[in-house]
């Protein structure tokens, strides 16, 4: 009876344990997932320590991991609306970090001087971006 007992509770425990070394290789199936219509960007504001804005000639949003710049085909004088908001990401990206997670660096340029360089952390679901970590609002001194 013991020998039943330990041999039931031995297999119980093989079939339950995973290998830690392997990759984990869960994919999340959104074919089933209800969205809202929302187009989502989320966005940086910097402001000086008066709390005025700050107008950039520049910048660029990195993605640490691959070196890409996310806002090559955006310009700075897009967002010239004189309240100092810039786009970090937006669901366009959805798809490239869909179910991921990872680092953006927001650079900001001023006369081709670095004065703004931030890190956040980012990532998507299955309907939108989100941001993970990271102050939104930037203050220059």
Not at 8 to 23: A, M, Q, W
Not at 64 to 87: C, F, M, R, V, W
Not at 93 to 110: A, D, M
């Amino acid at each position: 009876m013991f020998a039943k007992i330990t041999l039931i509770l031995l297999s119980f425990f093989l079939l339950t344990c995973s290998d830690k070394n392997e990759p984990d290789t869960e994919v999340v199936d959104c074919s089933s997932t209800a969205c809202t219509l929302n187009f989502v960007t989320i966005t940086v504001s910097i402001k000086d320590t008066s709390d005025n804005a700050v107008v950039l000639d520049s910048f660029e949003v990195i993605d640490t991991a691959t070196g890409e710049n996310l806002a090559k085909d955006i310009s700075a004088e897009e967002y010239h609306n004189d309240q100092g908001i810039y786009p970090l990401i937006s669901d366009a990206h959805r798809i490239q970090y869909q179910n991921k997670t990872t680092t953006l660096t927001f650079k900001g340029y001023i006369n081709d001087e670095l004065v703004v360089n931030q890190e956040f952390k980012v990532g998507a679901d299955c309907c939108h971006v989100s941001l993970i970590t990271g102050n939104r609002e930037i203050v220059l001194d």
